[in-house]
């Protein structure tokens, strides 16, 4: 209990309550020792007294705010019952966390719902990392067994229990999953999954829906888990304990049987299960008894194709999985016999000899039913020697019917956890150690309690009792350790508990002595029970309203058994004589079941918890009881888990409605008591539960210890200053490393320091208010100076204003009188003007009219005329226009039915482009030909007037010549006079006329020319917008086709990679297999042969869902109704003979594996090989579709062209035109598609390497003619393995480093030419094909040296480059230096690109190799930054108990600096060797989501890294990378983009986290971090000094719903994927032309043999 000290006002105490078992309350006064009662105050606001009985009648005190969702339960100030409840109900509520620690003790609450953080990317997380400072999970027990069963040597085991529903299985199957993956790692074998595979078939047999769980486990399971000396799984065993087989008879309301019932039911529809003839679950007696017969969101269907697969991966044939499932629809059907009574007072019992149900059972299981019927219903006595046969009546036949249906279903449930341990056993070496996985049944307590209950409280007894000793034991290990005078801690021992049920005369030895009496019943055992016991043993007692009960006080509860069926269920009998029928069936299977429980060979992996019945006494009476077994199992399981080192999981059940984080605190409560936390809280408080390491302790409590502060020794001056805080020296202890405090002590020391600290800060409070007065009177004083000063200032410049503005006044005054005066004067002036104005221009206009009048009537008569002598041309010109257009539209017309005949021709779309330009150009030459005629026309019009001037003249002259002949004869010739001048004046009109007639015709032409230039430029304009809108919409679209190839293209290159680096682990697989069958042939006998795999075949296929529909390989269905249909043949299924047919009909050699010697790869590599050949059909037929489907396309729009075709021929042209380019646009997009699958079609075939193109046909065609070039060299035949050998292979490090990059390829390549050059194509791709397994075999070799992957990435690279630069495909034309190969390299090429792909995985995976143990102590743990100090100091200083920290590492002192040389290693290999910068920046790249992944991941998972500090380090760290990139040039290319998610959780830990606005800028900013990581990081924010304030709940659920409103990309998930790989993409550069005088052959390489040509 508390000190009496720390009950003052305001402190927190807990109180007891109905409903929410314990509240928080504050107390309003100070308690003083003596009071009878306090003053609290509820959260409601209402105060009360509470009652105390001082001082165990104290309150419990509550923890301080800042241990409020502490991750260790035992790290609490105050451990009690209140606070862990509270703890638990606040990380489960508040912060989603399901995993508590309570010291060595894992809590797990079941969430009801499936949560995001039992990916890969979390086992990599948890995966050797210090599971001290990671957060607690089940993840990382595991990881915790792991090493120290690694580190030790010894074996481990977890124990996981808790109540039905609570989680147990869950947590045992990812437990399960961790080890396979983690240890798996090592050697890719078959063992993991198989592991994994058992979890289906034991939650199919031994699962079922209870109330409280929809897949409870009815019974218990201990998996040892088999690991080898180099940490990989090699073998499993799996023991059972107590099947509840009373469920296969009975269920009860809203319970299921066990799920493979209802799984065949639902599946009875297959055709390979007809033959089971079933029906629905509810039409069946032992399924219907729940009525409750479906799982809401559990498909029964998928969940029995999983169970069918798991017992293929774990090597049961399909023939004994149907027999399986006959022996299961056989109970069913038993369960529906029906059984009728007979007899006087049913004395008898009798079965119809027609029971349909009784002859599908007999015929399922291979017996006689007439044989079954009879001894269903009739039972064999031995009395005096001789064999009576007795009729049972039809209660006692049901009995025995149900009887029966158990013993087979346990008989069957026996065999498979066999059957699945000969699976998993381990055949190459026995395990050096193993991990066993408990899983067991927590305590029990129910309305009605049974024998079944009765056992698993007895069970539970006994692992409490080891539970306790063990903690008891880790405390007094950490006491000696320290070397603490420790008192030895009192504890419960349910030792006695224990005894009364398995001592001599308990409970079990008198249940079994009953029930070998001849008459024993219930009642004599009760009887027997209640004398031995009652009065004489505590934890016995007898109910006062029964005499067939008993109470027995067990650690969690007292529990009341009913004593009904004690007997029976002990038994667990039946009958013989159907046993005997059973022996006796056709069926293997359940001969072999019931032989083996003849021969009394049962093994201890399971229990069996039968006995059969017979009529001999003597073999009655020597039986084992139910009791009995599972005693013994019970003490082996205890002997087994004493021998290792446990680690506990508790599994607590939430809530009893099966709802997603609903916090039930009575349900918490009563778990937590009988699951053992709170016994291990009250060891551990009963001790000194709280422990600081002596620097922690002068950390935190350095303003207590006054003068006694040294820094040189923290522990002598600790151990001086203590005994002046804590006067009582029996409240704290000093040990080597640490000072250890009583229960309450910290509390004591926490109000000290907030004290010291209060009084401080009062002290500087106050010196700082007394600062700030006298700044402040200061600032006043000062003030009230300078107002004074400006205040007579400006009553001085007020008077002065006051002057200035009089006069200013007078004057305005004055000036605008005046101005007034003048422009009145000024308007009437103007008004004078401008009548007077108005008065003449009225006058004038009304002349002006009349002028204009008379004008106008004579130029109107000259334009009638005129226009009547128009009208007459136009009419003229009008009907010749006519006939004109007439003849040019039939023209027109045959001209458009030719075009519209050419447009569906493919090649007019290739000539659209060309038909544009000659329409430009005829548009064009009908423009030039309009100016041609303008200028002709333009020449005959001055012609013509040159023609009438010269006529006027001439007509002038004669004139002149009249008139003075007139004047000379005027009087002599009168008449003649007046004729001659009648005679030229009508001359005169009639040229006047002409002359305005050409002047009209000269303007019509000049108007024709303006409107057909007008006219020409509209179109060209129209045509160029119409062409610039074609132009634009075909480039969208094509860019729209090209960016989504692109990133199918992208999607394909990563798809091709991964498939590669999985061929890469095959390869490495079958040296691996091939070394193991030398070692084992070595080894072993000989003629021993090892079995072919054919799980083997599955990871080794890239594509398997297009065999899903191939006629030749059979289907799953297909297997199994084989097996069912032909019982004698029970070999298994062969895939070499349906393969071999498969290559033959798709015409893929044979010939090209014969390298390969393991029979596991060879069908792999020929599986794949027909998968691509079969791939390659598909898409050709798929391609022909494509294109039927788009001629049909072309077809329909061309009919409804031609039946709506517009009028206008200019429209009808435009729109020929869009839907020529519309169809010009699918072409493209269709090739460019093809291109996409002819590009990923020839990527899948590459797998089979060059082994492919050297089994092509021979019938190719021959070598051309032989071509002469200059500067290459010459390799003889008998000299290309020296040269591949000196070059490649057996090249060392140091002399390849030295050369300049790519000689190698360079060499080779000109080798390579020299072959094409004299037509020898065997040799050219012989030589390309062994250079391309040489360059694979050095990688092999140099496997884990950086530069030397470099060296040859550059070699394969640059010959990849060479090749590809002189091959058919390549467009040489434009470089005339540039001659191609004959010999078609294009399988090299492609064999080349994949070894670099593989030289580039390897090199990055040689720098992950090396960054991944730096990363976490680099960027997260490394103080880097001068000054700052970042150790996380937690307030209560206490590691988990019973987690010994691991032993230093390398990576302890690892810095950033460390980081920086491994990534400039990188830099230096790749740069030494001239690759392209792109290729650089790719690589980059993935290490920088490298780093930011595994540093974002261990942040999230670690609670002492969330606070401000650190947030600044990882930021000062990501700056130490982002100028390192760009020092290096490598910021392009998504490098910097890939560190933006760490980038933004420095700026989360570092911002601002109180206000709503600081929740909207933390969604605005941190755009790259998911919904759950933002809150993730939240919740685990921890301040690290008294500076800085814990995030609050409501902050968090503000920012909770501003993140509603935000769309993410991608699916949500808490830890980033760090094993994703980004797609690489080699650039392609065109080398230079490369000659054998530029190269310098060193003489080290030994390759003089080469010849100059």
Known sequence: MATTELYTKGAC???????????????????????????????????????????????????????????????????????????????????????????????????????????????DAYSGQDTADMEPHIFSVAEEAYCTMTREEKNQSIIISGESGSG????????????????????????????????????????????????????????????????????????????????????????????????????????????LKLDSAENFHY??????????????VVELERTRNAFTILGVQPDQQMEIFRILAAILHLGNVNIQASGRGGDRSYINADDHSLAVFAKLLGVEGAQMAQWLCHRRLAVGGEMLVKPMTGQQANEARDALAKHVYEQL?????????????????????????????????????????????????????????????????????????????????????????????????????????????????????????????????????????????????LVQYECDGFLDKNRDTVCEEPINILRASQSELVAELFQKESGGSLPNSSLANGSVR??????????????????????????????????????????????????????????????????????????????????????????????????????????????????????????????????GQVAVLEKLRGDRLSRAGVLIQSW????????????????????????????????????????????????????????????IREATIKIQAFIRGTQARRIYRQMLTERAVVFLQAQVRGWLARCSFRRVRTAVVLLQSCVRRRVARKELLRLRAEARSVEKFRELNKGMEVKLMQLQLRADQQARESASLREILQSERASHSSELEQLRS??????????????????????????????????????????????????????????????????????????????????????????????ERRRYQSLLREFTRLEQRYDNLRDMSLFTTNEHSRGHRRTDSTVSLEPLSPVTTPFSSSPIFPSPEEIRKISVTSATDRRPWSYEQPLNILMEDMNVAKDTAEGMKGEDLRYAYDAVRVANKFLETQLLSQRGQWEQEISALRMKLQQAHDRDTPGDPEINELTEQVVVREQECVRLRRELKELKHTVSLRRILSYAGVAIAASQDPTSPGPQKS????????????????????????????????????????????????????????????????????????????????????????????????LHQHSHQQDVRGCEELVPLVTDVQECVRALSDVCIQAYQQLLSISESHLQPMIVPAMLESETIPGLAVSSLKSVGRKRAGSDPRPPTSTEGTTMSAVLRELSALHTALSHQDLPSALLAQAFRQLMYLLSATTLNSLLLRKDMCCWNRGLQIRYNVSLLEEWLRSRSLQAGGTVSALEPLIQAAQLLQMSKKTEADGQAMVQTCNALSNQQLVKMLSLYTPQSDLEERVTLNFIRIVQGLLKGRSEGQPPQLLMDVRRVFPVTFPYQPPPQVTAAQLEIPESLKISFLRRV
């Not at 399924?287 to 029964?300: A, E, R």
């Not at 939430?654 to 809280?681: H, M, W, Y």
């Not at 002359?995 to 303007?1003: N, S």
């Not at 020299?1314 to 050095?1338: E, F, H, M, P, Y």
């Open 287 to 300: 399924t219907n008894q729940g009525q409750d017969v479906h799982i809401p969101g559990t498909n029964d």
């Open 958 to 1051: 004669s004139l002149l010549k009249l008139k003075i002949q007139l004047q000379e004869n005027a009087n002599t010739a009168p008449l003649l006079a007046d004729k001659q001048e009648e005679d030229i004046r009508k001359a005169g009109e009639k040229a006047a006329q002409e002359i305005l007639q050409l002047t009209q015709e000269i303007q019509a032409l000049r108007f024709e020319r303006d409107s057909l230039e007008k006219e020409k430029d509209d179109l060209a304009v129209r045509l160029q917008d119409q062409e610039k809108a074609q132009e634009e919409s075909r480039q969208q679209s094509v860019d729209q086709a090209g960016a989504s190839v692109q990133a199918e293209l992208e999607e």
């Open 768 to 827: 700082v208010r007394g600062w700030l007065q006298r700044r402040r009177y200061q600032r006043l004083r000062w003030a009230t100076f300078i107002l004074q000063r400006y205040t007579r200032g400006t009553l001085a410049r007020r008077l002065a204003w006051t002057l200035r503005y009089t006069r200013v006044a007078l004057i305005i005054q004055k000036t605008y009188r005046m101005l007034a005066v003048r422009q009145l004067y000024m308007t």
């Open 1267 to 1362: 071509q002469t070039l200059s500067g290459l060299l010459e390799c003889r035949k008998r000299d290309e393995s020296k040269l591949i050998k000196h070059l490649i292979t057996d090249v060392k490090a140091e002399g390849v480093l030295s050369l300049s990059p790519g000689l190698a390829a360079r060499v080779l390549f000109l080798c390579v030419r020299q072959a094409d050059c004299s037509g020898d194509q065997t040799r050219v791709k012989g030589l390309c094909g062994a250079a391309v397994s040489a360059i694979k075999t050095a990688m092999k070799k140099h496997g884990n040296d950086l530069d030397m992957t470099a060296v040859w990435l550059k070699n394969a690279y640059l010959l990849k480059d060479l």
């Open 168 to 275: 147990k299985t869950v947590s045992a199957k990812y437990t399960m999953r961790y080890f396979a993956v983690v240890g798996g790692a090592a050697q890719q074998t078959s063992v993991e999954e198989k592991v994994l595979a058992s979890n289906p078939i034991m939650e199919a047999i031994g699962n079922a829906k209870t109330t409280r769980n929809d897949n409870s486990s009815r019974f218990g399971k201990y998996i040892e888990i088999g690991f080898g000396w180099k940490g990989d799984i090699i073998g499993a065993n799996m023991k059972t304990y107590l099947l509840e087989k009373s469920r296969v008879v009975f269920q009860a309301a809203e319970e299921r049987n066990y799920h493979i019932f209802y799984q065949l039911c639902a599946s009875r529809d297959l055709p390979e299960l007809r033959t």
């Open 614 to 743: 017979s009529g001999k006494r003597a073999h009655r009476e020597h039986k084992l009881t139910v009791g009995f077994q599972f005693r013994q199992s019970l003490q082996l399981l205890m002997d087994t888990l004493n021998s290792t080192t446990p680690h506990y999981v508790r599994c607590i059940k939430s809530n009893d409605l099966k709802q997603p984080f609903l916090f039930d605190p009575k349900r918490a409560v009563q778990q937590l008591r009988a699951c053992g936390v709170l016994e291990t809280i009250r060891i551990s408080a009963a001790g000194y539960p709280s422990r600081w390491t002596y620097e922690e302790f002068f950390t935190r409590y350095r303003v207590l210890l006054h003068d006694s502060v040294s820094q040189d020794d923290v522990r002598r001056s600790c151990q001086s200053a203590l005994p002046n805080l804590i006067p009582d020296p029996e409240q704290y202890c000093f040990g080597k490393t640490k000072v250890f405090f009583r229960a």
């Open 13 to 123: 105490v807990w109180v007891p309550d109905p409903e929410a078992v314990w509240v928080s309350v504050q107390l309003l006064q100070d308690y003083r020792p003596g009071d009878q009662q306090i003053l609290i105050q509820l959260s409601d606001g209402r105060e009360m007294e509470y009652p105390v009985l001082p001082p165990a009648g104290l309150p419990p005190l509550g923890n301080p705010d800042i241990l409020e969702g502490e991750n260790d339960l035992t790290a609490l100030t105050f451990l009690h019952e209140p606070a862990v409840l509270h703890n638990l109900r606040v990380r489960f509520l508040d912060y989603n966390s399901i995993y508590t620690y309570c010291g060595i003790v894992l809590v797990a609450l079941n969430p009801y719902e499936q949560l995001p953080i039992y990916g890969e990317e979390v086992i």
């Open 413 to 557: 449930f026996t065999w498979t956890v066999q059957r699945l341990n000969s699976s998993l056993r381990a055949h190459r070496e026995q395990p050096k150690s193993f991990i066993g996985v408990l899983d067991i049944y927590g305590f029990e307590t129910f309305d009605r309690n049974s024998f079944e209950q009765f056992c698993i409280n007895y069970a539970n007894e006994k692992l409490q009792q080891q539970f306790n000793r063990h903690v008891f034991q880790l405390e007094q290990e950490e006491y000696l350790r320290e070397e603490l005078p420790w008192n030895r801690i009192e504890f419960s021992d349910n030792q006695p508990c224990i005894a009364l049920i398995e001592g001599q005369l308990g409970l079990l030895d008198l249940l079994d002595e009953e029930c070998r009496m001849p008459k024993g019943s219930d009642e004599n055992w009760a009887r027997k029970v209640y004398d031995q016991h009652l009065n004489h043993s505590p934890y016995f007692r007898k109910p006062r309203m029964s005499n067939s009960a008993f109470v027995i006080v067990h650690f969690a509860d």
